[in-house]
């Protein structure tokens, strides 16, 4: 059994975000929490900048990679 591995560029990724307004990770998550309000529960808040990244980003930055693919490999269909 194979499993395909393919790349999302940078610039491409951050394309996709930045169409949805989104300046950073946090903008993000917040709008993978309104697509998803399964994950809602788990948005972490904004920290300040002298306090490390909450664990739960590591959710949202998956998803936010898996979102980006689909909308991508959709669009070039």
Do not use: Q
């Not at 949805?20 to 809602?40: T, V």
């Amino acid at each position: 059994m194979t499993i395909p591995i393919t790349r999302i560029r940078e610039p491409a990724f951050k394309s996709y975000f930045e169409r949805h307004s989104c300046r950073d990770k946090y903008d993000m998550a917040r709008l993978l929490a309104g697509r998803f309000p399964e994950m809602a529960w788990r948005l972490p808040e904004r920290p300040k900048f002298y306090e490390p990244e909450p664990r739960p980003m590591l959710y949202f930055d998956s998803v936010a990679l898996a979102a980006a693919y689909l909308e991508l490999t959709n669009s070039n269909d």
